[in-house]
């Protein structure tokens, strides 16, 4: 039979009777998939190697490509098959990052919970701690209002070696810190501290004028929980920066510093 004009042809119509560019080729190994494309098979075949594998070998794609090869255009609808599983999730972003999350209605909503540190101190400490149950809440202040007082910071004071410290908890009347107040409470009164004896809460107004009903409720609702209740007012000149110690304190606070002293001395 004449030689067909072209390797390909001769190829697919003759199979055994391959040209001998093709000679070295597995067809058969390779082939386990179609036939290479026509342009393909009118070049140099594969090597060996590369035919007797299932695969091209890891990093074949840096090696030169046949001439011809890597000017076809991917098959249709390669670039539209979708990724493969799990894909997505390595493309996902790294731990830590911004995560959406399903609105809630503040109705239904549960209440923000706040929970004291703890930090231990040695030696002789003050006659009383004032502790915040959040930022803000006025400890520096009393803390220049009461002898012998030191603010803790969000910490309750713990003594070491095991001993008892008096702490007055402390938080303003707006609901964020009514609420943080609320937490602190109750962490106090699960009987984790038992090296602190809680005096009472002050909660120092937030703002001048009548507090609003649902403010006052909760206030009352949280008294329950602890041995005594300051209600301190609005200070004007305390919010201008007027040293506490150098003015004379309205009678509420005149009334609270007195009956704290009575506390530490009794």
Sequence with gaps: MPPSPSGAQAYEGIGSEAPPAMAGAQPQTYGQQPAPPQAYGQETAPTQAYGQEAA?????GQQAAPQGYAQQAPPQGYAQQA???G???QA????GGFVAQAVIPADRAPAPQSALGLVTYSGQ???VWLSSCHGG???STLAALLTNSASAGRYWPVPAPPGRSRVLLVARSHAAGLLAAQGAVAQWASGVLPGVQLLGLVVVADAPGKRPKPLSDLVRLIAGGVPRLWELPWVEAFRLGDPPDKMKPPSAYARMIHEVNGLIAG
């Design 56 to 60: 091209p070998p890891q990093g074949h």
């Design 83 to 85: 990724p493969p599983q």
């Design 87 to 89: 894909y997505a999730q």
């Design 92 to 95: 996902a972003p790294p731990s």
């Design 125 to 127: 400490g003050p006659d």
């Design 137 to 139: 809440a006025g400890t």
